[in-house]
């Protein structure tokens, strides 16, 4: 079962996790590109944007310790990630 965050915005909602590019997007409206994984039983839905896509091209496609402290993954409400997935142009799942 997914966890369940609570937003201020959207209240008690499903927990997501996005890159801190995508998270400040969200209020900056600006477009950083957006990639994310297949839905999985169980485990919330996470995404990275353009930037962090490139470095993981660059770095043999491994989900490191050093690419997720460039991620720097934040804590979303399902509702903000499919906010900010839906203002994007782009949008690739992995």
């Not at 996470?46 to 091209?57: D, M, P, V, Y």
């Not at 496609?61 to 906010?83: P, V």
Request: charged share 30%.
């Amino acid at each position: 079962m997914i966890e369940k965050v609570l937003c201020e915005i959207h209240g008690s909602k499903e927990m997501t996790f996005a890159c801190i590019h995508i998270a400040m997007a969200i209020d900056s409206k600006e477009k950083v590109g957006f990639y994310y994984s297949e839905v999985k039983e169980d485990l919330p839905q996470i995404a990275w944007c353009g930037q962090c896509e490139q470095w993981l091209l660059d770095n043999g496609e491994e989900w490191t310790s050093i690419f997720q402290a460039k991620a720097d993954f934040k804590m979303l409400c399902l509702d903000c990630f499919d906010e900010v997935k839906n203002n994007e142009t782009e949008i690739h799942i992995r």
